[in-house]
Structure formats: structure tokens, C-alpha cells
């Protein structure tokens, strides 16, 4: 090829000129020219006569993406089977405003609506006590768009009834801007499963104010791109417990409407919607049929003794962590939320402090541990060397304080004459833990020193610092003994019989899992496993240590054996257990209330459930706290299995 067109071109170098050629490249350029004038043309006159009406139009339109609340994800009870809180499909009525109905005859028009719309309603539903008449339907349409844009659907009435939604299906034609929608209501067990630690649901609007997590989700609504994240002020959020502390991940992903609107903030012309996306579920630790024990053992306690009116319990597997039982009582029922009828018990009493009446004549939900820290108070003696497990102490009946001759005494003022530390557990010696732990801690250490040792091992077990549970709120103690308005003397004194320090619940239930396992602090925890939608485990929730403390084993064993106080609800209990009584005072002369306490493992060599329960004003620990334990030791027994064999199967196998 390369060759023959060399030749050709030696051969002929000035071809003639083609007229044919020179003709038909004359008429192309000539329509070039035409058609480049026609587009000159063309796009003067759209940006000289077309332009201000286009530009009007790109200004004036304008696609909007309105919020779809999600469906919230249920939370289930340990067997994943039972809904603790769940989420009902409801069917609503919105009204789309497609003018502006504020005034004139347009605002006629709006109140003619409204009386038909309150016509229809109590036609198909005259028994709803809340029933919106005309006047509370135009509040709803807010037709000055106060309360909202004016392209967002307003919201007429909720939980329609099959005839209601039959006829706007119907009537769709006549009424051209009303929407049958359907949302979600949250709904929680009828039998009021441990709700203040499942929490409770209320709307997004006015939680920016209460909560930083809902302050910062406000902000950043100007500025959330992504339509599935974006809150709507009607949407129903978690305020506490469970429902807060994992809010993002039962909430979803909001679906959303899309429509074009105007200058005028009104909408035009059709309307896409995308659905919502149901959240994650929870399945949670805790077991209805324990938990049900547990609320009702307290509940009968509180019928029986003469001034408690409050209790507490938290049972904590020793080797998982996992709460089986959280009971604050007395508790509410979250399906009819009335906050003046519950704002003295909606609060978790087992992790928070709080008063149960506003004038806090009565015991906190935090009380003064009493005799319950003695076995810690042994632990940290030993361990110290301030005595030997074989060493014996002449108890009197009291010990002295201070060169005033100051005494402070056994309860009853009990003399136990000599005994080993392993008898003052079980005996309940103040004189003992004052003798041996708190003076002489104070004597090796000094004031500042021992009073700071102390504080370190109360913190090692859990006490004065966050147990790391899963729940919003915790109260992490009040540490009275780091107040110097006593001498250092006084305070080790009393805090080595459990007279200067306030710790809630489940720190004590945490501390007592540590006496349990021998000194693992696990981190207790209240939900188990995250689902998808489609039921498909994502997480599992793993057991955590958070720390680990090291004391000789002939140490813990001594506690162990000291742990045998007679509790009298116990009788006939099938397991060797151990256990502490407690019974913390608070105040002098007539203002003096005294609380019952309670901490107890099972069984004694190879524990599976540590329980703790607080009966503020409930008196001896013995006689309120203990009964309450036993019934959740039953409960659990029943169900799991103390010895890994539930006995409710075993019974069922033997029948």
C-alpha cells in the first residue's frame, strides 16, 4: 500500500481541479453557516426573552423530601420470643395543604373541611373519647404553618378504624389532598416487664432540651443530606432505659415523601414516597418469668412492712454478666403514660438516686450499705496483713473511738467474746472491723493515705464508680467518707462497717458477682444480641471483665465461709449458698431509718446468680431484703437451672 501510493504520487503532482468537488464544499459551508446562526439566534433569545421566566422557575421549584417516621425495632426478653416493647402498625389521616388557606376565602374553604372531616369521624367512630371536633382539626392543619412548612403533610387523626380508612380510600377524589399513611405506635408488655429498665418512648420535639444526644441530632438536621437519617419532630424517640441507650439502633431509617414546591413553600404537582425501614431488634437479658418474681416479691414485702414503700433488686449472672432481673418498684405502666401520676417512680431506683416523694422525708434509692461491705472489709484486712485468718479478736460488744472513751457498738450490742475474722462475717462485728480494719489501716497508712487506700479498693470492687451497665443515668455513689467534716478516725471507723458510703443496687449486685467468682469485675449488661429486621443475628454480646483484683485464694475462701448468717426465708433452700445481711442506719433519735439489705451467690462453690436487694426503711435485711432474694434464687432455679438444670424441666421430665 505504502509503495503504489508512493508512485502515484511521483507520477502526478498538480492533479486538475475537480468543479464538482469545489461546489459541493461551497454548499457545506454555506449550511454551516446557517445552521450556526440559527443557534446564535437561538440562544439570545433564551437568554434575552426566556431568561427571567426560567430563572424565575429554576428559583421558584424546588424538590423537598419530607421525613417518614421509621418503624422502631422490638426489644424481646432473654428467650428472644417475648416482645418487652414492640412497635403497632396504625393507620393515619394527613392533609396536604396545596394553598394557602390562612385567609379569606381560602380560610373558609379549610374551615368547611374541618367540618367535614369531624362529620366523618363521628359517623364511623362515635365512641373515641378523643375524638377531634372541628375547632381542634384546624388547630391540627395549622393553616399559618407555625408548626411546620407549608408542604408538610399535617397530621388529622391517628389510629383510624377500618370504616375511616374504608371511606377516604374510597372518597380519595373528594378530598385531593388527604393521605391514608401508615405509622407505628409503641406498645410495651401489659404485664410492665421491668420498665424503668426498658425505658420509654416520647416525642423528638422538646428532647433537644433534655438530652445532648437529641441536642446534637437537632443541629444537624440543617445539614443531614441523607433523607433516612433525618428526624421528624412528631417522631417518637427513647427518653430512657433501653429505649435511649439504644436508640440508633432501633430506630431505622426514616422513609420519606418527595414533592416539588414553590416560592410559596406550597406543594405542586404529584408525590413519590419512599418507605421507612424497620430498625434492629434487641434481645435483652432479662427473663420475664424471673423479673416477674422479682417485682412481685418486693411488692408483697412492701404490703407487709410497716414503712418502706420502696425496693430494689438486680440478679447479674456470675459468669456472663447478664441482668436477669432489674426491678425498681414500685414501677408504672409505660402504655398509659401519665407523668403526674409516675414522676416519683419512673426513675430506675437500682442505678439512680432519687427521692420516692418530693419532700425526701423518706429513704433515698441510694442507701448506706451497712454490714453487707464486711466481707470486703475482711478481704482488704487480710490483705494488708493487718491480721491473719487464724487470729482471734476479744469482742465485747463495742469499740471505742477517740480519747473521749467514745464507744460504738454491735447491733443489740451483741458480745461474741473471741473471734476469728471468718466469725465476725458471720456474727456482723462492727467492734471487729473497727478494731482491726479501720484503726489499724489508719495506723499503717495515716489519715490521708488510709483513707485513700480504702477508697481504692471500694472502686477495684465496683463501688464508687460506674458499673459499665448499658443504661443511661448512672448514679455512681456518694462517698461520704472522702468528706472531711470527721476525722479520718471516724470515717475508716464507719466505713469499715458500711456506715459512710451510699451505693445503688446494681453496684452492689456487681460487687457481690466479684465475692462470687473470686474477684472478676464483670461488666453487667442488659442486652444480649442485636437482630436485623429479618431476625439474623449481627452482635452478640460478649462477657467483659473490667478489672481483676488478686487476693490470696485461702482469702477468699475465709470470706466464703464466713458468708453463712441464718436467714430464716431460706429454710428448706436446696443449695448451699453464701450470704450477707445488712441493715444500714441512717439519721438519729425519731428521724432515724434503718434499711434492709441483702447479697447472696448460689451456689457456694460453683455460683451461677449473685443477687443484691435495698428495702430503704425496710429494717433488718433479714426480714425485708432476704425474702425477696429467695424468690429470684427460685425463679432462676427454675428456669436455668442453679446446677445447669433448669428444676421446672426436671419436674416436667420426672411427671
Not at 269 to 280: C, L, R, S, W
Not at 429 to 449: C, H, P, T, W
Not at 617 to 631: Q, T, W, Y
Amino acid at each position: 500500500m505504502f509503495n503504489r501510493w508512493k508512485k502515484s504520487k511521483m507520477v502526478t503532482e498538480d492533479p486538475p481541479v475537480n468543479k464538482l468537488s469545489s461546489a459541493r464544499l461551497n454548499m457545506f459551508f454555506f449550511a454551516a453557516f446557517v445552521i450556526f446562526s440559527i443557534l446564535i439566534f437561538r440562544l439570545a433569545f433564551v437568554q434575552f426573552v426566556e431568561g427571567p421566566e426560567l430563572t424565575y422557575m429554576e428559583t421558584s421549584r424546588n424538590t423537598k423530601d419530607i421525613p417518614l417516621a421509621p418503624v422502631r425495632g422490638p426489644i424481646y426478653d432473654a428467650t428472644g420470643e417475648v416482645a418487652l416493647a414492640y412497635s403497632v402498625p396504625v393507620q393515619s389521616l394527613y392533609v396536604m395543604l396545596y394553598e394557602d388557606y390562612s385567609r379569606g376565602a381560602r380560610q373558609e374553604e379549610a374551615r368547611e373541611l374541618a367540618d367535614d372531616l369531624a362529620g366523618v369521624f363521628q359517623q364511623f367512630n362515635p365512641g373515641d373519647p378523643e375524638q377531634p371536633d372541628a375547632e381542634e382539626i384546624i388547630k391540627r392543619l395549622d393553616l399559618e404553618s407555625q408548626k411546620a412548612h407549608g408542604y408538610t403533610p399535617r397530621l388529622v387523626k391517628s389510629d383510624l378504624n377500618t370504616q375511616e380508612i374504608a371511606y377516604f380510600m374510597e372518597k380519595k377524589a373528594e378530598y385531593p389532598g388527604a393521605m391514608v399513611l401508615e405509622e407505628n405506635v409503641r406498645r410495651y408488655d401489659p404485664d410492665g416487664v421491668a420498665v424503668q429498665a426498658i425505658g420509654y418512648t416520647r416525642e423528638f420535639k422538646g428532647q433537644q432540651q433534655n438530652s445532648e444526644k437529641y441536642k446534637k441530632i437537632g443541629e444537624a438536621e440543617a445539614t443531614e443530606r441523607d433523607p433516612g437519617l433525618r428526624y421528624t419532630q412528631q417522631e417518637n424517640v427513647g427518653v430512657d432505659g433501653l429505649e435511649f441507650q439504644y436508640q440508633e439502633v432501633l430506630r431505622g431509617r426514616s422513609g420519606y415523601q418527595s414533592i416539588d414546591i414553590n416560592a410559596r413553600n406550597l406543594p405542586e404537582g404529584a408525590m413519590e414516597q419512599t418507605p421507612p425501614q424497620k430498625g434492629y431488634s434487641l434481645v435483652s437479658t432479662i427473663n420475664k418469668e424471673v423479673q416477674l418474681a422479682a417485682q412481685e416479691a418486693i411488692t408483697d414485702e412492701l404490703r407487709r412492712l410497716p414503712k418502706a414503700v420502696t425496693g430494689y433488686a438486680v440478679a447479674m449472672e456470675v459468669d456472663t454478666g447478664n441482668v436477669v432481673a432489674m426491678a425498681s418498684m414500685p414501677d408504672y405502666d409505660p402504655n398509659d403514660w401519665d407523668y403526674d401520676k409516675i414522676k416519683f417512680v419512673y426513675r430506675n431506683g437500682t442505678m439512680a438516686s432519687f427521692p420516692p416523694d418530693d419532700s425526701r422525708k423518706k429513704a433515698e434509692s441510694v442507701v448506706l450499705l451497712g454490714s453487707v461491705i464486711k466481707p470486703l472489709s475482711v478481704l482488704i484486712g487480710l490483705k494488708e496483713g493487718l491480721f491473719t485468718a487464724g487470729q482471734t479478736y476479744f469482742d465485747q460488744g463495742y469499740a471505742i473511738l477517740g480519747k473521749d472513751g467514745r464507744q460504738v457498738k454491735n447491733s443489740h450490742s451483741a458480745y461474741n467474746g473471741h473471734i476469728t475474722a471468718r466469725r465476725a462475717i458471720e456474727k456482723s462485728s462492727n467492734a471487729f472491723m473497727i478494731d482491726m480494719v479501720g484503726k489499724r489501716l489508719l495506723n499503717k497508712y495515716g489519715s490521708v493515705e488510709g483513707i485513700n487506700k480504702w477508697d481504692e479498693y471500694m472502686k477495684d470492687f465496683g463501688l464508687g464508680v460506674s458499673t459499665g451497665v448499658d443504661l443511661p443515668g448512672e448514679f455512681l455513689g456518694r462517698l461520704e467518707y472522702k468528706e472531711d467534716h470527721e476525722s479520718g478516725l471516724t470515717r475508716l471507723a464507719f466505713a469499715s462497717f458500711g456506715q459512710q458510703a451510699k451505693y445503688t443496687t446494681l453496684q452492689l449486685a456487681q460487687y457481690t458477682t466479684m465475692l462470687a467468682n473470686k474477684g472478676k469485675r464483670m461488666e453487667p449488661h442488659l442486652v444480649k444480641e442485636i437482630r436485623d429486621a429479618n431476625g439474623n443475628v449481627v452482635k452478640k454480646i460478649q462477657p467483659k471483665v473490667l478489672n481483676e483484683v488478686e487476693f490470696a485464694d485461702a482469702y477468699w475462701n475465709e470470706v466464703h465461709r464466713g458468708m453463712v448468717t441464718k436467714v430464716s426465708s431460706f429454710d428448706g433452700f436446696a443449695y448451699d449458698f453464701a450470704r450477707k445481711t445488712g441493715t444500714s442506719e441512717q439519721g438519729t433519735g425519731p428521724n432515724k431509718k434503718e434499711n434492709g439489705v441483702f447479697i447472696a451467690f448460689a451456689p457456694r462453690d460453683n455460683p451461677k446468680l449473685a443477687v443484691a436487694v435495698v428495702v430503704p426503711e425496710g429494717g433488718f435485711g433479714s426480714v425485708s431484703a432476704a425474702p425477696v432474694a429467695r424468690k429470684i434464687f427460685d425463679a432462676y432455679d427454675e428456669v436455668y437451672g442453679l446446677n445447669g438444670i433448669p428444676k421446672g424441666k426436671k419436674d416436667a421430665e420426672q411427671q
